[in-house]
């Protein structure tokens, strides 16, 4: 039986501890959330590969572990998971990947000592499938919008959304531990453009955060992070998913309304999921790891 199908309650971490104490062949991925599992499992089955990915929710850590910012946050939870694992088992770890998204890490070169920790190659992982090519085609068939004026918007979504990219990595990178303030209010989208008031943005950003003050030093940091963003080519490192497909969906919904499946993020998402190829994907570093956590 594919344990992946028993795993659907919440299980505790003493429980996962001795799970691992009593079984040290047992091999799990814990991710930050279903969609990633999900695809990790649809991964895993095109290439033949029995492995177990577990989306964090499932595992509950006692709240004297996680701090404040790490109980709303799954990317921390997944980390407080690795420390914990590390802690128990110092001599043998278990056969255990704790997953994480790349996120600001690699712009910003911050390293996790954690040993059991996995991060992807790309900013997320949903990133990994992301094609201009594959969007190309879908419009195409499913709308009247032409190669120049796709490309056109596409562009200006990739801007606004390497734009947040590199502001919320000024925020990590000066640890000033603002919430996440969605782009809804302060996106326009028309016939041809998409674009963000993005002097508007950052003040309201700044004010969420109580930093409307630090706003010059925060746009110094800003400034830094764009060049180097912008020195990079391959999208696939330079914006986060949610992001760049928030803009995209909001677009073709706004020109199509229902229809083609590019005017919701989820519909991107599967789009993309079902049109890359997964054998492409497993020579990435990421996969050819994770496929030694077979079971």
Not at 12 to 37: C, K, N, Q, R, S
Not at 261 to 273: A, K, V
Request: with cysteine.
């Amino acid at each position: 039986m594919d344990r992946r199908e028993v795993i659907t309650e919440t299980r505790t971490l003493d429980a996962i501890i001795a799970a691992y104490a009593l079984e040290p062949t047992l091999a799990d991925i814990f991710v930050e959330g279903e969609t990633d599992a999900r695809f990790l499992d649809y991964a895993f089955e095109q290439l033949d590969i029995s492995a177990n990915a577990i989306p964090i929710d499932l595992v509950h850590i006692p709240p004297n572990l996680l701090n404040a910012d790490q109980r709303r946050n799954n990317r921390e939870r997944v980390l407080v998971l690795a420390r914990t694992l590390e802690s128990e088992f110092p001599t043998q770890l278990p056969r255990v990947a704790c997953l994480i998204d790349s996120d600001a890490d690699k712009v910003l070169r911050i390293h996790h000592p954690e040993r059991l920790v996995v991060s992807t190659d790309f900013t997320d992982l949903a990133m990994y499938c992301y094609d201009r090519k594959h969007l190309l085609r879908s419009a195409r068939m499913s709308t009247r919008i032409t190669e120049a004026r796709f490309n056109a918007v596409l562009d200006q979504c990739e801007s606004v959304a390497r734009w947040l990219y590199a502001v919320a990595a000024s925020n990590k990178k000066l640890d000033w531990r603002m919430p996440r303030l969605t782009a809804d209010r302060y996106v326009r989208v028309t016939a041809t453009t998409v674009s963000l008031d993005r002097g508007r943005y950052l003040r309201a950003y700044l004010m969420s955060g109580n930093r409307l003050g630090d706003q010059a030093q925060f746009e110094s940091v800003l400034g830094r992070l764009e060049q180097k963003l912008g020195r990079v080519r391959d999208m696939r490192h330079a914006a986060r998913s949610h992001d760049l497909f928030y803009l995209i969906a909001r677009y073709f919904h706004r020109q199509y309304q229902h229809a083609t499946t590019l005017g919701t993020e989820r519909g991107i998402i599967d789009l993309l999921r079902l049109s890359c190829s997964i054998k492409k994907i497993a020579r990435t570093r990421l996969l050819s790891r994770l496929s030694t956590y077979a079971n």
